[in-house]
């Protein structure tokens, strides 16, 4: 059983940080990769920032220059530093992690983290 729990959600006025954290927790033999996406309502779910375990990072282009992500491998955590944010950030935040299951890949999902800006 493979468990990820969020933290760090909030609201927060445009222009503001907030730091997300997700901790994977359970059966884990080998992670593949973990990240985060994003769902604002009425649109569809959207990666914001992956990091892979061979170093390789990517980000949404809207992202880009004022999200960092990081990975603290010995404690399986991954976090989504946001700085700069603007109402368009306004959404759902979902930790993923993809874990490597026998020779397949395995997408695992957080319950969601509200992130609201707004003034």
């Known amino acids: 059983q493979v468990q990820l729990v969020e933290s760090g959600g909030g609201l927060v006025q445009p222009g503001g940080s907030l730091r997300l954290s997700c901790a994977v927790s359970?059966?884990?033999?080998?992670?593949?990769?973990m990240g985060w996406y994003r769902q604002a309502p009425g649109k569809e779910r959207e990666l914001v920032a992956r990091s892979t375990s061979s170093g390789r990072t990517d980000f949404a282009d809207s992202v880009k220059g004022r999200f960092t992500i990081s990975r603290d491998n010995a404690k399986n955590t991954v976090y989504l530093q946001m700085n700069s944010l603007k109402p368009e950030d306004t959404a759902v935040y979902y930790c993923?992690?993809?874990?490597?299951?026998?020779?397949?890949?395995?997408?695992?999902w957080g319950q969601g983290t509200q992130v609201t800006v707004s003034s």
């Open positions: 359970g059966s884990i033999f080998s992670v593949y990769a």
């Open positions: 993923n992690a993809v874990l490597v299951v026998t020779t397949t890949l395995v997408y695992y």
